[in-house]
Structure formats: C-alpha cells, structure tokens
C-alpha cells in the first residue's frame, strides 16, 4: 500500500523524460518516470531502488507494478561500467621534432603519418639506409620483432643515412617497413639534437622518454626482451 502511495505521489511530478528514464506503470494503472538504479531482493521479492526527477530516491517493490513491468524489474541487469578514458601521452623528450614530422608506409607510398599512441616507455630508432647491405639483411629481422612484439611499451622510428626520399620509399616497400620514419628535412636537425654517437649502421638504439640511452642493441633477443 505505501508503495502504491509512492507511486501515486510521483505521478503529478514533471512529466519531462530525463536521459536514462523509463515509464513505469502501477499496478492501478499510474505512469510515471522513473530511473532504476538497482535491484536487489527484500523479503523474497524484488525491489528496485529507483531515482526520480527531482533528484529524490524511492524503493518500490515488484508486486506495486503492472505485471508486465513486475517482470521487468525482475528482469533488470546493472549496465556494464563504462571504460575509463585512455590516459594522456607521457610527455616526451623527442616530442617536438618528431610530432607533425613523421612519414610512414601506406600502400606503396610514404605518407605523413601521426601517432596513434604515443609509446608509454621507449623509442627505438633505427639508423639505417638502402645503400648499406648489412641494413638489408638485418632489416626483416627488425621487421619480424615489431610485428610480433608491437605494443603500448615502444615505437620504432627510423632515422635515415640515404640523400634520395625515392630511394628512402623503396627501401621502405622491399623490406615492408611497418613503422614511421622521420622525414629526410629533419634527420640533420634530429642527429644534432641527439647525438647518438652512431658510428655505422645498421644501428639500432633504444631510449627512455627522457631521452636517455638505455640499449645500444641490434640483437633481436634483447630488444625483445627490453620492450616487454
């Protein structure tokens, strides 16, 4: 009975819907809006615990329903939590020269390219070019280590010895280079900021987002290793 005065009351409330109210109807026939909250059971019945417009809480127990909307509380499931938002990009050491400045293979053509996500612990850069055979033959190794090993830990970036971007995008089709590279207009500018002391390539050196070396490192089994 006190539910049933409960519902009663709520029905000369607002009759506006708010985002995630319902009409719930009384056993007597009374609509009114309501948003459930929670179900749980009292007394063997279930009982919803329901917010109204007005920002007030009410409890109401299935038998003060119809009995379609009876079943419906008995029915009712929390809604699953929504996802927290991904945390922002740690700020990086190399942030202003590589961001806006970064190309990467689509198709069979190097086009600008932007992060998706930023790597939450290294970058690895690849200091290599076309011309250089042992970079040949190293190359699909690196390539089949990214592919397999890729996650929110790093990003590779290559850093180039060639002086011709065509010969820089073959290079990149032939060995199906899945990572981004620094455009060729800012590799000198790159090197002078960062002396990476590479003395021949293929070099392949690995630093924190501070920009500290932590690897100086082409073995595959100790990349792997570092990046997990």
């Given at each position: 009975?006190?539910?049933?005065?409960?519902?009663?009351?709520?029905?000369?409330?607002?009759?506006?819907?708010?985002?995630?109210?319902?009409?719930?109807?009384?056993?007597?026939?009374?609509?009114?809006?309501?948003?459930?909250?929670?179900?749980?059971?009292?007394?063997?019945?279930?009982?919803?615990?329901?917010?109204?417009?007005?920002?007030?809480?009410?409890?109401?127990?299935?038998?003060?329903?119809?009995?379609?909307?009876?079943?419906?509380?008995?029915?009712?499931?929390?809604?699953?939590?929504?996802?927290?938002?991904?945390?922002p990009?740690?700020?990086?050491?190399?942030?202003?020269?590589?961001?806006?400045?970064?190309?990467?293979?689509?198709?069979?053509?190097?086009?600008?390219?932007?992060?998706?996500?930023?790597?939450?612990?290294?970058?690895?850069?690849?200091?290599?070019?076309?011309?250089?055979?042992?970079?040949?033959?190293?190359?699909?190794m690196?390539?089949?280590?990214?592919?397999?090993?890729?996650?929110?830990?790093?990003?590779v970036?290559?850093?180039?010895?060639?002086?011709d971007?065509?010969?820089?995008?073959?290079?990149?089709?032939?060995?199906?280079?899945?990572?981004?590279?620094?455009?060729?207009?800012?590799?000198?500018?790159?090197?002078?900021?960062?002396?990476?002391?590479?003395?021949?390539?293929?070099?392949?050196?690995?630093?924190?987002?501070?920009?500290?070396?932590?690897?100086?490192?082409?073995?595959?089994?100790?990349?792997?290793?570092?990046?997990?």
């Amino acid at each position: 009975m006190k539910s049933s005065l409960i519902l009663l009351t709520l029905g000369f409330l607002a009759s506006t819907a708010f985002a995630g109210f319902e009409t719930w109807t009384s056993k007597d026939g009374k609509a009114v809006e309501l948003e459930l909250v929670s179900v749980s059971d009292q007394g063997g019945e279930k009982t919803g615990e329901f917010k109204t417009r007005n920002g007030k809480t009410v409890v109401i127990k299935a038998s003060s329903f119809s009995e379609a909307d009876a079943k419906r509380l008995a029915g009712w499931t929390a809604p699953a939590a929504t996802e927290a938002p991904p945390a922002p990009a740690k700020p990086s050491k190399f942030d202003e020269i590589l961001d806006g400045n970064l190309v990467k293979l689509d198709g069979k053509s190097l086009k600008r390219h932007s992060l998706e996500s930023k790597p939450e612990k290294y970058y690895i850069f690849y200091y290599t070019a076309s011309w250089c055979g042992p970079c040949k033959a190293y190359s699909p190794m690196l390539v089949e280590f990214y592919n397999k090993n890729k996650n929110a830990n790093f990003e590779v970036v290559l850093i180039t010895s060639d002086s011709d971007e065509g010969d820089m995008e073959k290079y990149a089709q032939d060995k199906k280079m899945p990572w981004p590279q620094l455009k060729m207009s800012r590799v000198e500018k790159f090197e002078k900021q960062f002396d990476h002391k590479v003395s021949g390539i293929p070099s392949v050196i690995t630093c924190d987002l501070e920009g500290n070396i932590v690897s100086r490192t082409e073995s595959i089994a100790e990349l792997t290793k570092l990046v997990k």
